[in-house]
Structure formats: C-alpha cells, structure tokens
C-alpha cells in the first residue's frame, strides 16, 4: 500500500470507523431485549425523504423481487442491447483506433459523431423493418388544456426551473 497517497490509505480496512467489542461480549453477547433499539431487528426501513439530497439514490422496489425485474429488466436488456451495437464490429467505440485524433475535446468529438451515427443507424434499421418513416410534422404536436408554456428570455431560452420555482414563491 502506498501511504503516501490518500486515496489508497482512505480504501483500507484500517481506515473505517470501528466500534471494538469486548472479547467477553463477543463469546456471550447480551439478551436480545437488553440490546439498543437499532440493533433488534435484522433490517431498517427508509422512508422517503429520510435520506435528504441522497433521497434520489432510493428504490421502492425490493433487489430481485419479481416488481423488481419486471421493471428493470427491458431497461437493462435496451441497454446492453446499445451498448453491444456501440462496441460491435462495424463502429467499435472502445477501440482507440477508431478516434485518432489527439486530445480530450477531439476525442469527445469524434465520440459523439460515432453515437451519431449509432443512432441513425438504429433509425435506418427501424424503417427498413417496419417501413414507416421517423418524421413528425409540427401540427401533429398538440397543447395540453391548461398548460402555459414558460416564459421566454431575450436571448430564446426559457429560464431555469429554479428560477421559476423560487419565482412563484
């Protein structure tokens, strides 16, 4: 381990916050009864809101219970699916040899032109398939009942959602 580094010495064991038990405590732990309240039970609930900015990080569906793989299923098949077209043989973004140019912003560059053209052949394919087309008319959009879009700025953008948010407060 390298200790002058403080991202390898924090990663250690050594470094976590330890609460030691006594060795007599630990042959003949205590009555269930005698224990603190958090430490009865096998599992703690979370209700939301509890965690505060990490409230985003909470899921409502329990690991591998079956609402769980009914809900991430199709999004974990779609994304492996993408990312098996990203790194096929035909555009292989993991190859360097693929974006030779030299520099962080190059390569971010010709990154994005290769999903690019990932996605327009995902399109091409799409119609090929089903022999529609991908084209909306501007008409075919309707406006919600009720709905007030937000006001514009000078320079055509709509302002911030906290803007609006600390605005109407």
Known sequence: ?????????????A?????PIPQAERLRPKPKEELPRVCQRPTITI???????LDKYRQDRHYLHPSWT??????????EGLNGRAKGHSIDIADPGKRLAHGRVAQTILLA?????????????WQ???GQ???AEPDDTAELPGHVPPPVNPNGLSPPQWAESSAST
């Open 1 to 13: 381990m390298d200790l002058t580094s403080p991202r390898a010495t924090a990663a250690t064991s």
């Open 15 to 19: 470094a976590k916050p330890t609460i």
């Open 47 to 53: 209700h939301p809101g509890d965690l505060g900015k």
């Open 70 to 79: 009914d809900a991430y299923r199709p999004v974990r098949a779609n994304t």
């Open 113 to 125: 032109l290769m999903i690019c053209t990932i996605n327009l052949d995902i399109l091409s394919a």
């Open 128 to 130: 090929n398939t089903t």
């Open 133 to 135: 087309t991908a084209t």
